[in-house]
């Protein structure tokens, strides 16, 4: 994605997806080169073992509430946005489909089973608020950007240190 430019709005949220994933596929491939590289199989192992680590270890319960709090949040401002669109200076079509990618959003986040999928639908919802920085308020306090970053983003985010954290727990604890 060029820096400052604009995608259509239409499929936009898929399309932020397709390419984190894709610029994770590739870092992941090149991590798997540099490890056909390395003799040492215990290297290998322990990156097995991380990998099946950020698969399998689901977020601690509080972390899994917060996320799925965020997707409701996600479908409320899309109801919201439906409404309010013209204090937005969007139009009714630009509205309906901002909407649309609100609750794409939404699903986004509730599926979330993995740290890994986490980082990347937090990532893709960044650039999903840069795009739509675009469509401001005369007031901060009723700013779309504002409150995807402070009640889905930092959310996601926190969500993402606990996990962290909760992995850094059990690095030092010994267990492997």
């Known amino acids: 994605m060029a820096a400052g430019a604009f995608y259509p709005l239409t499929g936009l949220f898929e399309t932020l997806i397709k390419e984190v994933y894709a610029e994770k596929q590739r870092k992941h491939e090149q991590r798997m080169k540099e490890l056909q590289i390395i003799a040492d199989s215990s290297l290998r ?10 698969k399998f270890l689901a977020p601690v319960e509080n972390a899994q509430h917060q996320i799925q709090n965020t997707a409701k949040h996600a479908q409320y401002l899309a109801e919201t946005f439906n409404y309010y669109y013209q204090d937005h200076s969007a139009t009714k079509e630009e509205a309906k489909e901002i909407c649309y990618q609100l609750r794409v959003l939404a699903i986004n986040i509730s599926q979330v089973d993995s740290l890994y999928e986490l980082k990347v639908i937090y ?12 469509f401001q308020h005369k007031e ?4 779309l950007e504002r409150a995807l970053r402070k009640n889905i983003l930092d959310v996601l985010n926190t969500c993402i240190a606990v996990e962290i954290n909760f992995q850094r727990r059990i690095d030092f604890m010994g267990v492997n």
């Open 45 to 54: 192992d322990a990156y097995v073992q991380q990998l099946l680590l950020d």
């Open 123 to 134: 990532q893709a919802a960044t650039l999903f608020v840069y795009q739509l920085s675009r």
């Open 140 to 143: 901060r306090k009723y700013s």
